[in-house]
């Protein structure tokens, strides 16, 4: 994320961003661009309103738009009712909802959004969801990075799945699905043993397994021929989703 | 109208002064009283104590009152102590502890614009608050000329290059404590041996030539010499050293925080 913006820099390869090369012009790129960041640098002694305002006037929104700039940004996050109130004495969801504001005030096309959800409250990540959605609806471009594999199913119109800094999958999350694990999974709990015993038996029938914790799931089950199913028990049913693709493209454990 | 976001973006721009400059003014208005205090009354105690402590014994100096030969001095000890420590402490608060700068060079503003728009508040900061023992002086019997209305840009000058000094330091230090190692070891005795509370004429040789590579003790020359009387060819020398002083602690800093804030 950091290399986009020219605050880090490759030490191969070419970046582009909106048809801008970087870091050669990467001042002019961000000037484009929106980025929301991990971790939070909001002005902690300045209101809400005020971090908006610097930001607004950095990224060049002419003067006599500001005001209505900063008024949008604030309701857009909803904070409108909070604007007066220093960033110390804001939650952590508020903080974060500011942070995004900040990223948004000059109406960019592209936004950068570093984990936004990482360490909320369901309540505020689904909050922050409408958002990200809304700016979708509006048409601008969301790179978002996260670790919450939900989110990227439900977010994304295109997601690449990264593992050691390389993307080894990147599509449509349900192409993703369909091309790597299928429609559906069945989720088998057990003993340790139970659970080798029904991982080995689907992976002797071709059928792909992950180890979901305390359960194994068999992935693609619309395929498992039915006898072998009946012989394996009770399951539970579920639908596949993108964290069985993420897994089983990464690796179930983590080096 | 030009839609902001596709009109070219040159390499120095308006902008960052006017939204470093906006946020320092909104946080001055908030914290000025001990912002004022700490950078003011260490240099008036300086002053007072050499002025009239050291003053009951020594009458007069280079032909100036003892009180008028500190009083004019210690302009330049306030513009250290309102640069300096602004320019290492403010930096280096703002760049790892709130990430001040991470956040604002993902705005489309460049590390030598930032370190420029921070050094010249600090700098003009530093050149109001450098007048302040001019003033107290002028209660001691300091006769007011119009050379002292140029006081303040010599402030601002000498501001300026110990700003981006401060701010250079505040890139080197792998701690905020490591910067007592400055402060004790260069700051004070570049303080003491200016010319502020003695003449430096008295020192032995080596240390008048060491004097000569100090900013503050050309700050102290043009000060005295805008308070009573110039001397063009010996103020255009001093005039020269503390710009260059001040370009090459701009270098100095735009170099080592950009190492310290672009990967």
Redesign the interface.
């Known amino acids: 994320m950091r290399m986009l913006t020219g605050q880090a820099r490759a030490t191969s390869g070419k970046i582009e961003v909106l048809g801008l090369p970087i870091p050669e012009k990467s001042k002019q790129a961000r000037a484009q661009m929106g980025v929301v960041p991990q971790l939070d640098n909001l002005e902690t002694e300045l209101t809400a309103r005020e971090n908006l305002s610097m930001y607004a006037v950095l990224y060049r929104v002419p003067r006599h738009e500001r005001r209505a700039a900063v008024d949008r940004a604030l309701e857009l996050a909803q904070l409108s009712a909070r604007a007066d109130a220093k960033v110390s004495e804001l939650s952590g969801g508020m903080k974060r909802r500011l942070l995004i504001a900040r990223g948004l005030v000059h109406n960019p096309d592209l936004v950068l959004l570093d984990e936004p959800t990482v360490g909320l409250d369901p309540q505020v990540r689904q909050d922050l969801w409408s958002l990200i959605d809304s700016l979708r609806a509006e048409g601008k471009t969301v790179l978002m990075s996260t670790h919450y594999i939900e989110e990227a199913e439900r977010l994304a119109d295109d997601v690449a799945v990264m593992s050691h800094g390389r993307v080894v999958a990147r599509g449509a999350p349900h192409t993703l699905l369909k091309e790597h694990v299928g429609e559906r999974a069945i989720e088998f709990y057990g003993t340790p043993a139970r659970l080798a015993e029904i991982e080995q038996r689907a992976t002797a029938a071709d059928l792909l397994t992950r180890r979901t914790g305390p359960s194994i799931s068999i992935l693609g089950s619309e395929k498992a021929p039915a006898a072998l199913l009946a012989e394996l028990g009770d399951g539970v049913p579920r639908s596949a989703n993108l964290e069985d693709v993420f897994v089983l493209l990464t690796g179930e454990r983590l080096e | 109208?030009s839609d902001?976001?596709?009109r070219?973006?040159h390499?120095y721009?308006w902008?960052?002064f006017?939204?470093v400059w906006?946020?320092e003014l909104?946080?001055f208005k908030?914290y000025w009283a001990s912002s004022t205090v700490s950078s003011v009354v260490q240099p008036v105690i300086y002053l007072l104590a050499f002025g009239l402590g050291v003053g009951t014994l020594v009458a007069t100096v280079d032909g100036l009152d003892y009180v008028e030969f500190v009083g004019t001095g210690s302009v330049a000890t306030a513009v250290l102590f309102a640069s300096a420590f602004p320019g290492m402490f403010n930096t280096y608060v703002r760049r790892v502890f709130?990430?001040?700068y991470?956040?604002?060079?993902?705005?489309?503003?460049?590390v030598d614009e930032l370190v420029t728009a921070e050094g010249s508040w600090i700098a003009a900061k530093a050149g109001i608050y450098g007048t302040v023992p001019l003033i107290v002086t002028f209660f001691f019997g300091l006769t007011p000329s119009w050379g002292m209305l140029l006081v303040p840009f010599i402030g601002f000058l000498t501001g300026l290059g110990f700003a981006f000094f401060g701010m250079w330091v505040s890139a080197v230090v792998k701690t905020i404590d490591e910067t007592t190692y400055v402060t004790s070891a260069v700051l004070t005795p570049l303080f003491l041996v200016a010319g502020t509370f003695f003449p430096i004429s008295n020192l032995p040789e080596w240390a008048q030539v060491a004097a000569q590579f100090n900013p503050l003790y050309h700050c102290v020359q043009l000060v005295r010499d805008a308070c009573f009387g110039w001397e063009p060819a010996a103020d255009l020398y001093h005039l020269a050293v503390l710009s260059v002083f001040a370009l090459i602690a701009w270098l100095a800093a735009v170099r080592q925080l950009r190492k310290k804030?672009?990967?």
């Open positions: 109208m902001p976001k596709t070219t973006v390499r721009e902008a960052t006017e939204g906006n946020h909104t946080l908030r709130q990430r001040t991470d956040a604002m060079l993902a705005a489309p503003v460049s804030l672009v990967d």
